[in-house]
């Protein structure tokens, strides 16, 4: 459990909302370099409760074709780090919503993990979600500078994840549990299964402390009233840079996108 007394945007929008949550994942530098920003601003107008701001790296291994492609177009648009870090720059002049970043611990590692910590919390980024940093490592190695610094470590869960791992991950993390809702990358999931409703259905018997949001094959309203009936709500990435892919960055099209998905 988690020592760190700096007050957090996610933990403070799950005490006061507990329920159909909405959080959106984008590829930062898509679908033009400069285009982060501008999609910031569309979601948190839209009305999502969080944003995930993708990482773009040559190497997305949870990531599907979409977010495979929209992460090597970002990179051609010449993203790195540093100039997402300095796109965020004084976003919490507008930006009020909680924000993520999402992505793979070696540009981390490259960049120095409490440098990366320390810009976080200069920038207004309350948590990350490193799919490749093994629970155990980031236990040992990293967790004390992440909690210094105020980032939420957000760990994810599968349908093959243990009850006695789901109990360890619940305690020693905070902020929210990512409930990966199939074995699969990012995209490939079509609808919601009768095993996956069981699978959401032992977690929520397991009465863990931290809030759960449900990923992977999130893309219309149908699976985000599904997932939120056994969760605090769902995170939608791929279907969503389709979207920006197709339409761009337009504040219309984003409020259209998330009402589609969450009517008012």
Same mark, same amino acid.
């Given at each position: 459990?988690?020592?760190?007394?700096?007050?957090?945007?996610?933990t403070?929008?799950?005490?006061t909302?507990?329920?159909r949550?909405?959080?959106v994942?984008f590829?930062?530098?898509f679908?033009? /370099?400069?285009?982060?920003r #501008?999609?910031?601003?569309g979601?948190q !107008?839209a009305?999502?409760?969080?944003v =995930? $701001?993708?990482?773009p790296?040559?190497?997305p291994?949870?990531?599907?074709?979409?977010?495979?492609?929209?992460n090597?177009?970002? /990179?051609?648009?010449?993203m #790195?780090l540093?100039v997402?870090?300095? !796109?965020?720059?004084?976003?919490?002049? =507008? $930006?009020?919503?909680?924000?993520l970043?999402m992505g793979?611990?070696?540009?981390?590692l490259?960049?120095g993990?409490?440098?990366?910590c320390?810009k976080?919390?200069?920038?207004g980024?309350?948590?990350?979600?490193?799919?490749d940093?093994p629970?155990?490592l980031?236990?040992?190695?990293?967790?004390?500078?992440?909690?210094?610094?105020?980032?939420l470590n957000?760990f994810l869960?599968?349908?093959?994840?243990?009850?006695?791992?789901?109990?360890f991950i619940?305690?020693?993390?905070?902020?929210?549990?990512?409930?990966?809702?199939s074995?699969?990358i990012?995209?490939s999931?079509s609808?919601?299964?009768d095993?996956?409703k069981?699978?959401?259905?032992?977690?929520?018997?397991?009465?863990?402390?931290?809030?759960r949001?449900?990923?992977f094959?999130i893309n219309n309203?149908?699976?985000?009233?599904?997932?939120?009936?056994?969760?605090?709500g769902?995170?939608?990435?791929?279907?969503f840079?389709?979207h920006?892919?197709?339409?761009?960055?337009?504040?219309?099209g984003?409020?259209?996108?998330v009402?589609?998905?969450?009517?008012a």
């Amino acid at each position: 459990m988690t020592t760190s007394t700096i007050q957090n945007r996610i933990t403070d929008l799950f005490a006061t909302k507990s329920d159909r949550l909405l959080n959106v994942y984008f590829t930062a530098g898509f679908p033009q /370099l400069n285009d982060t920003r #501008t999609v910031l601003r569309g979601l948190q !107008q839209a009305g999502v409760d969080l944003v =995930e $701001i993708g990482m773009p790296y040559s190497d997305p291994v949870a990531d599907g074709e979409v977010i495979q492609q929209s992460n090597g177009v970002a /990179l051609d648009n010449g993203m #790195t780090l540093r100039v997402l870090f300095e !796109q965020l720059a004084d976003c919490r002049h =507008e $930006i009020t919503v909680p924000l993520l970043l999402m992505g793979y611990i070696n540009p981390v590692l490259q960049f120095g993990v409490e440098a990366f910590c320390q810009k976080c919390r200069e920038v207004g980024v309350d948590g990350v979600i490193l799919p490749d940093l093994p629970f155990d490592l980031y236990v040992a190695e990293y967790k004390d500078t992440f909690e210094r610094y105020g980032i939420l470590n957000i760990f994810l869960i599968t349908p093959q994840t243990t009850d006695e791992r789901i109990r360890f991950i619940d305690e020693a993390s905070e902020g929210f549990i990512y409930m990966v809702s199939s074995a699969s990358i990012t995209g490939s999931v079509s609808g919601i299964s009768d095993t996956m409703k069981a699978y959401f259905e032992r977690v929520a018997t397991m009465n863990l402390r931290n809030p759960r949001l449900i990923g992977f094959g999130i893309n219309n309203q149908e699976t985000f009233d599904t997932a939120s009936e056994h969760a605090n709500g769902a995170i939608i990435g791929s279907a969503f840079v389709k979207h920006l892919e197709k339409n761009g960055p337009g504040a219309e099209g984003i409020e259209a996108f998330v009402k589609a998905v969450r009517p008012a």
